[in-house]
């Protein structure tokens, strides 16, 4: 399925069978992608720290390497030499499958993004469809951790965390179907070549609804009552530590790196740019870091949210701000 | 693949009446939202002029033959008995409450009931296993939510008790269906019955059979799938009883003879005779343990069950003739036992039990109310000159006319049995006195409530004396 | 060949997964494994090329029913272990009854010849799905309609708090 007529020949001449060239393509996509999630988390975590002193007038980690550059090196190492602690009541299975539950889907999302033209592990023709659906797992990993950890802190954490990530699912998901109705596809790849505007001007609306609602998915400020340092300690993840705590903390950045990702794909035309085609992954990376950077923006500029109005702005501003969208979409495609 | 619906050429006037149903459904929740306290009263009413629109037009299609949507949706004429019947018995149950609290938001009451029947007139034209699946569905769910709605103890397990039965069988039931199609590629009921003739039959086939009348015999509570109905006719709230006891069940025994007939034409001897069986015991279970029942809804729920056994007869016959009567006996029964529960609801909003020693003296208190008990009470047992006299005696008919000798002597067998419960009610409001002390006085009755039980009683003795009036309506 | 692999692989997961959730006494384990049959129902849809729909079942199922049911355990009170007060008898006689089910089930569906599709495989099955909704069964797609709003409605009479 992955395999590419060359290469195919190539196995043939060797008497290698399909399936084990599939397979050894598979690994190899997975390590790239693992390399490229980190890559993109130590970046990303530098930014964060450098972006958020910034807008608080600081200077953020100096001291190890360049401009503090090796700090996130240097943490990584902590955490790893950490020892591995285990509440006395978790639940050990649930207590440790947490992470990876959460951390995996957030990190499978990558595997249909297309990062420049024909240039896509998997192009799925439910792509768009998948990598909404994917991160519905992680949430059952939060749940998990929340409940594995037998801490209030972190069940309470856990169930805001669930209660967001499921409302905004159905806001995030149906501010899309404008895209797909314009696009007439699902397929990622489709959507970003159909892009001869940007989406962010054809769907004015349906950019704030999915903005807005991925920032609650990604449980970023000013949705990060999940973790709330001064009410929860640390949500879901108070009493990880270590390894693990690393995890849970990878897996938000990838999902943060995700959400920009996806953004761009969907709105801000892909790997579209001035310039020949190869170019591509350029522009592409060029408008994810944009967004990720607009994303720390607003995290270090709102302050946060209580419950009540998190889910009232669910429910009752973004679902029937995308059904709108929806309707108002339909109702031009039909006179144009 | 036909890809393709021409929308020009869609007879909608074949859809007008569940549409008329789906408009005031949604009005009446709008209303629930944007009406002020003191006039939602009003949407009572207006469900009633959406019912009584919808038979209007139901009346306007009562000859039309029409398969529409690619076969998803037919109407004939049993359909559209049925759904009048639905349509009837639902517009009596809410003039019956239109002055009673209904122990929740009037417009949430009144969308979910006609959610519930519109529901139950898609199951009734439906001629597809998926529009009969999703029109179950939406059945049943109003239901499970009403039930629910006073949020008593006993409301909240008789309402879970019908949800996690109802789900088993809509699961079995799908499990069914998809048997069924794994053997055809075919969902319409028509298309099944093309494929399946003229092959010798599967074994599955009967497997599907099977589970398709456990998951339809859970709907019409026939024994032993209706272990929900005397825990819901009880613990629910008796606007939602009284509902429960007449309409949905239309859907039910409307699905039974447009799918078997059809779809499993082939082991038609073999479904005939599950039927039967059903039936059989429905009757004998639900007389036989209706017999010990003090509570008076609970006694109803029983004899909805026995009832069912009576109006399975019809099934077990399998000819147009025998359909025909069980639809006229389900006119019959749902309007005595709609009457029942109405008289009920009557004591309840008065502050009496509902046990059979609350109707001591019934005849003293509402001597009109006691009567039309009485009548009900009859026409339950099949007393002449009352409409249940009638029905049984052309559901008996049938069953000899097809040699089903022995069925029609259980089931007159069963009347005489049953005899001795409903008589309990009668003999407690005439013969019996209340208890030392209590003042005899006449009750009231809210106005809508009271006409609601008197048209019943005329329909009941009417059907009785001369029930050409209903049968020349359904050609019998 | 592969495939055939794959469908054994994914059935034997299922099945021994289903078999957990009946068996976990811990309700919070059994639903966590519940959730990760769903999964393996998902892979059978890909396997017959049905990805709309496995993706369907991940979003609707995992995402969103399992998560539900978490929900209702955690902000319920429970028993971390319910202790199974059925006797020896009782569980005997469920098991044979289990037995006896799906020996009879086994028997008929060996004897029965299916249909098998002759089509081909639908190359996207996203536009394909959208058509037939929209043409051949765009009536109980309308229906369906009618009764998620009956369940939202019915949803929120149920949860909310006794104003009485």
Request: with cysteine; aromatic share 12%.
């Amino acid at each position: 399925m992955l395999s590419s007529t060359k290469l195919l020949e190539f196995a043939s001449n060797y008497g290698i069978p399909v399936w084990a060239l599939d397979g050894a393509i598979a690994i190899v996509f997975a390590v790239v992608l693992f390399a490229i999630c980190a890559i993109s988390v130590i970046i990303n975590v530098y930014l964060l720290r450098k972006i958020s002193a910034d807008f608080q007038l600081r200077y953020g980690p100096m001291h190890v390497g360049w401009h503090g550059s090796l700090q996130l090196f240097a943490d990584a190492i902590k955490l790893l030499t950490k020892e591995d602690i285990f509440p006395s009541n978790a639940d050990r299975w649930i207590f440790r499958l947490a992470p990876v539950v959460t951390f995996v889907p957030a990190y499978l999302g990558f595997l249909v993004l297309p990062i420049g033209h024909g240039i896509v592990i998997q192009d799925l023709n439910v792509g768009l469809l998948y990598i909404l659906a994917i991160p519905a797992i992680g949430v059952a990993g939060i749940i998990m951790a929340g409940f594995g950890s037998y801490n209030k802190y972190a069940i309470i954490g856990s169930l805001r965390s669930a209660a967001q990530m499921v409302s905004y699912e159905v806001p995030r998901a149906l501010s899309i179907i404008g895209i797909v109705m314009i696009a007439g596809s699902a397929k990622l790849s489709s959507i970003v070549g159909a892009q001869h505007v940007w989406y962010i001007i054809l769907q004015p609306i349906a950019f704030v609804v999915f903005l807005v609602s991925t920032l609650a998915e990604i449980n970023s400020t000013p949705f990060d009552l999940p973790e709330t340092e001064s009410e929860l300690v640390n949500g879901y993840y108070t009493e990880y530590s270590g390894m693990r705590f690393m995890f849970f903390f990878f897996a938000e950045y990838v999902a943060l790196f995700a959400a920009a990702t996806l953004t761009t794909v969907l709105f801000l035309g892909g790997w579209h740019g001035p310039g020949p085609e190869y170019l591509g992954p350029i522009w592409f990376t060029i408008k994810t870091f944009a967004m990720i950077w607009v994303i720390m923006w607003i995290k270090w500029t709102l302050p946060r949210f209580r419950i009540d109005q998190v889910m009232d702005l669910g429910w009752k501003v973004l679902l029937p701000l995308a059904l709108i969208n929806v309707l108002i979409t339909g109702l031009v495609m039909m006179i144009i | 693949m036909n890809l393709t619906i021409n929308w020009s050429q869609v007879n909608w006037l074949a859809l007008t009446p569940e549409m008329i149903i789906l408009g005031f459904s949604i009005i009446v929740l709008l209303g629930e939202l944007f009406l002020s306290k003191t006039s939602k009263h009003m949407l009572g009413a207006v469900t009633l002029v959406g019912l009584v629109a919808s038979l209007v037009s139901l009346g306007y299609i009562w000859n039309l033959q029409a398969t529409e949507f690619n076969g998803m949706f037919s109407v004939d004429l049993t359909a559209n008995v049925l759904k009048a019947i639905l349509l009837v018995t639902t517009a009596l149950v809410v003039l019956g409450v239109l002055k009673v609290n209904v122990l929740m938001g009037e417009g949430e009451f009144f969308s979910l009931l006609l959610f519930s029947v519109l529901g139950t007139m898609f199951m009734a034209s439906s001629a597809d296993l998926i529009m009969l699946f999703i029109a179950l569905e939406l059945t049943v769910l109003p239901s499970y939510i009403l039930t629910a709605s006073k949020k008593t103890r006993q409301s909240t397990e008789a309402a879970l008790k019908y949800f996690l039965l109802g789900m088993i069988s809509s699961v079995i039931l799908l499990y069914g269906m998809t048997l069924l199609f794994g053997l055809t590629g075919e969902t319409n009921f028509a298309a099944i019955a093309g494929k399946l003739a003229g092959h010798p039959i599967q074994p599955a086939l009967v497997a599907s059979m099977l589970m398709i009348v456990v998951g339809l015999g859970f709907k019409i509570a026939a024994v032993p799938f209706h272990f929900w109905a005397p825990d819901v006719y009880e613990g629910s709230p008796i606007p939602v009883a009284s509902y429960l006891a007449a309409g949905p069940k239309a859907g039910g025994f409307a699905a039974i003879i447009h799918l078997f007939p059809l779809a499993f034409g082939v082991v038609a001897p073999a479904w005939a005779g599950v039927f039967a069986i059903l039936a059989v015991a429905s009757m004998v279970v639900g007389n036989l343990v209706a017999l010990s029942q003090t509570h008076v809804r609970r006694l109803l729920g029983y004899s909805a069950v026995a009832h069912t056994g009576y109006l399975l007869v019809g099934l077990a016959v399998a000819t147009k003739l025998g359909y025909a009567s069980l639809i006229f006996y389900f006119l019959v029964y749902s309007l005595a036992a709609l009457g029942a529960f109405l008289v009920v609801l009557a004591l309840a909003e008065r502050g009496f039990g509902e046990n059979l020693k609350d109707f001591a003296g019934f005849s003293r208190r509402a001597p009109m109310l006691a009567l039309a008990m009485a009548i009900f009470m009859f026409s339950l047992v099949g007393v002449p000159p009352f409409a249940g006299f009638m029905g049984k005696l052309y559901l008996f008919r049938e069953a000899v006319r097809s040699d089903l000798i022995w069925l029609a002597i259980v089931g007159v067998l069963n009347s005489v049995i049953s005899f001795g419960y409903y008589v309990t009610v009668i003999r407690q409001m005439y013969l019996v006195s209340p208890s030392e002390g209590e003042a005899v006085a006449r009750m009231q009755v809210s106005k809508p409530l009271f006409a609601s039980i008197m048209i019943i009683m005329a329909a009941v003795i009417v059907l009785g004396v001369y029930p050409n009036a209903f049968l020349s309506i359904i050609k019998l | 060949m592969i495939e055939q692999v794959i469908f054994f692989a994914l059935a034997a997961v299922a099945i021994i997964s289903a078999i957990a959730v009946v068996l976990s006494r811990n309700l919070f384990h059994a639903v966590m494994i519940l959730g990760g049959f769903l999964l393996t129902i998902a892979g059978f849809y890909f396997l017959l090329n049905a990805d709309f729909v496995g993706i369907m079942q991940v979003f609707v199922y995992v995402g969103g029913v399992i998560v539900v049911m978490l929900f209702g355990i955690m902000l319920t009170p429970h028993e971390a272990n319910i202790t199974n007060a059925a006797k020896l008898q009782q569980k005997l006689g469920t098991y044979i009854a289990v037995a006896a089910l799906i020996g009879l089930l086994a028997m008929i569906f060996i004897r029965t010849t299916f249909i098998t599709s002759p089509a081909e495989p639908v190359k996207d099955t996203v536009s394909l799905a959208g058509k037939l909704f929209m043409t051949n069964y765009v009536l109980p797609f309308e229906v369906i309609s009618v009764l998620l709003l009956a369940a939202l409605v019915g949803a929120i009479i149920v949860a909310r708090k006794e104003e009485h």
